[in-house]
């Protein structure tokens, strides 16, 4: 009897395990820049008065940026969701919702952390960024022409100071 509850923890704690890295592997697959190409937008001569024309206001790096947030905050959604799903569902037992519960803090703890610490480095450098942090590793994105060094050590204590992450674990990336 015991084995079988055992068992079922070891499942859920799986499920929880790969749900979360579900989400991570999302927000990295639609945040990566490899897709993101300068297209100009098409202007012709024969505009009508009162119709709408396209105007060139953002640039690659900003639509990145943009897209990249709303992709991790669907991800964090998702992973959000599915653990309250767990705690929510009658038929789990207590130790699997406590389990969840701390699942569900660390994730709101490391959003949290993200927004800190891209706040802290737009304030440094003036520019926009994108911070990511998993349970041992931190990923920081930049615009391109943004680091230096002394920018990478401010980043750098920026995250020390704010996370428990090693500095041989903080990534510093400048998009293309």
Same mark, same amino acid.
């Given at each position: 009897?015991?084995?079988?509850?055992?068992?079922?923890?070891?499942?859920?704690?799986?499920?929880?395990? *790969?749900?979360?890295?579900?989400?991570?592997?999302?927000?990295?697959?639609?945040?990566?820049?490899?897709?993101?190409?300068?297209?100009?937008?098409?202007?012709?001569?024969?505009?009508?008065?009162?119709?709408?024309?396209?105007? +060139?206001?953002?640039?690659?790096?900003?639509?990145?940026?943009? +897209?990249?947030?709303? +992709?991790?905050?669907?991800?964090?959604?998702?992973?959000?969701?599915?653990?309250?799903?767990?705690?929510?569902?009658?038929?789990? =037992?207590? =130790?699997?919702?406590?389990?969840?519960?701390?699942?569900?803090?660390?994730?709101?703890?490391?959003?949290?952390?993200?927004?800190? *610490?891209? +706040?802290?480095?737009?304030?440094?450098?003036?520019?926009? *960024?994108?911070?990511?942090? =998993?349970? =041992?590793?931190?990923?920081?994105?930049?615009?391109?022409?943004? $680091?230096?060094?002394?920018?990478?050590? /401010?980043?750098?204590? $920026?995250?020390?100071?704010?996370?428990?992450?090693?500095?041989?674990? $903080?990534?510093?990336?400048?998009? /293309?």
């Amino acid at each position: 009897m015991k084995s079988k509850i055992i068992s079922r923890k070891h499942v859920l704690a799986f499920t929880l395990t *790969c749900s979360l890295a579900l989400a991570v592997f999302v927000n990295w697959y639609y945040t990566k820049p490899d897709g993101l190409q300068n297209k100009e937008p098409e202007i012709t001569d024969n505009i009508a008065l009162g119709e709408a024309q396209l105007v +060139n206001s953002t640039t690659v790096t900003e639509n990145y940026f943009e +897209n990249a947030k709303l +992709n991790r905050t669907k991800a964090h959604d998702s992973a959000k969701e599915s653990l309250q799903s767990i705690i929510d569902d009658g038929a789990t =037992d207590e =130790d699997t919702k406590a389990s969840a519960r701390e699942k569900l803090a660390k994730i709101s703890e490391y959003i949290k952390l993200e927004a800190d *610490c891209e +706040n802290l480095i737009s304030a440094q450098t003036s520019k926009e *960024c994108i911070v990511t942090l =998993d349970f =041992d590793s931190a990923e920081v994105i930049l615009p391109k022409g943004t $680091i230096d060094d002394g920018i990478l050590i /401010k980043i750098k204590d $920026i995250i020390l100071t704010k996370t428990k992450v090693n500095v041989e674990n $903080i990534t510093v990336i400048e998009v /293309k």
